[in-house]
Structures are given as C-alpha cells and as structure tokens.
C-alpha cells in the first residue's frame, strides 16, 4: 500500500530462478526503484542449511544490492564485527550499506556510523531508534 502497487512474491524455494527473475522483471520493468524485502535473516532458508528460499538467495539470483537491517541495540564497535560477519558469509551477496535498528540515542547513530564506515567502508544508510510505544 505504501507504493501503491501489488507486491508480488520472490520465492526462491517455491519457485525456479528463472520464474523469478521473470516475476520481477516484468514488474520491476516500469519502476524507477524495486524494493525487495526479505524474509527472517539474510541467510535464513527453507532449512536450517543451505541458502534455497533465503534473501541472500534471492538476491543472488537478481544480482540486486543488499541493504542490511540489523538490531545496534547495545552495540558499539561489535556493531563492526556483526556487518562484517554478514558481509563476508557470503562473497556473492553484494551488501551496499546497512541500516542500524533499535539504537538509543544520536550519540549512540554516532558511534555505530562512525565504525561501520571507519572500519567497514559501508554507508550507515539509515537508523531507527528504539520506541518502547
């Protein structure tokens, strides 16, 4: 509803690479900007091994850039360590910024930005601070 159009499904489980390249492609082929949004973490699949029906998946089979999502709550520097786990997991997925979740102040933004830049070379694209309501 947000982009007012239909969302359409990019199951990589249920449906073959091509299915889903050609899913996307036809209704991605009048858009400016596609959002693909993923399903549990990153890497999480039909099972727990292996990477069939996961985002990282789904990317993969589009070539698409990654934006990251991850929980900052009570994170500094490990920030660092924990994009840096999911950037080198997989070298195939092309992780272009994140977006820190959960932080709790500017002086906390600030800090996560200034090592996942500093020692990451990745954009913080974004943060969202905690709201207990």
């Known amino acids: ?21 050609s899913l996307f492609q036809k209704h991605s082929a009048t858009s400016e900007l596609s959002l693909i949004e ?19 998946q789904v990317a993969k089979i589009l070539r698409t ?4 999502v991850f929980s900052a709550k009570g994170l ?7 994009v840096a786990g999911y950037r080198h997991f ?8 994140v977006i820190a979740n959960g932080v709790g ?3 906390h933004i600030d800090f996560i930005q200034e090592v996942i830049e500093g020692e990451l070379g990745l954009p913080l694209l974004g943060a969202l601070i905690e709201d207990k309501a």
């Not at 982009?3 to 449906?15: E, I, P, Q, R």
């Not at 850039?65 to 990251?68: A, D, G, K, N, R």
């Not at 500094?76 to 924990?82: H, N, Q, T, Y």
């Open 65 to 68: 850039p990654v934006i990251l």
């Open 90 to 97: 997989d070298p195939n997925v092309n992780l272009v910024g």
């Open 105 to 107: 102040s500017q002086r």
């Open 76 to 82: 500094a520097r490990s920030a660092a360590a924990l």
């Open 38 to 56: 993923g399903v549990m973490g990153l890497y999480d699949g039909a099972r727990g091994q292996g990477e069939v029906g996961s985002t990282a």
């Open 1 to 21: 509803m947000a982009a007012g159009k239909v969302s359409h499904n990019l199951d990589s489980w249920m449906g073959s690479p091509e299915a889903i390249q």
